[in-house]
């Protein structure tokens, strides 16, 4: 089994920063990609942005330019720095990982509970 645990979340007023955190632990060989996703009342959950090992990252657009994602391979983190923040920001972000449990083995896709971001005034 796998675990990610968030951390980072809270009320921020608009143009402020928040940095998300979000730690795997368990049963791990490998982790492909580990991203962030997010889901606001009454919308679908969408990316927001995804890294691979390799470094290679994908934002969704209305994030380009605010938001920037890394990720410390040694400890299985994955961070979201959030900048430049707007009330449509306001959302439960989700940590998301694909991960090989062990050698050979088929990868699979983890997620964790959530923690919410609210940009308010």
């Known amino acids: 089994q796998v675990q990610l645990v968030e951390s980072g979340g809270g009320l921020v007023q608009p143009g402020g920063s928040l940095r998300l955190s979000c730690a795997a632990s368990g049963s791990i060989f490998s982790i492909n990609a580990m991203g962030w996703y997010r889901q606001a009342p009454g919308k679908q959950r969408e990316l927001v942005a995804t890294?691979?090992?390799?470094?290679?990252?994908i934002y969704t657009d209305p994030v380009k330019g605010r938001f920037t994602t890394s990720r410390d391979n040694a400890e299985n983190t994955v961070y979201l720095q959030m900048n430049s923040l707007k009330p449509e920001d306001t959302a439960v972000y989700y940590c998301n990982a694909v991960v090989q449990p062990s050698r050979g083995a088929a990868s699979y896709n983890y997620w964790g509970l959530g923690t919410q971001v609210t940009v308010s005034s």
């Open positions: 890294i691979t090992s390799g470094g290679n990252i």
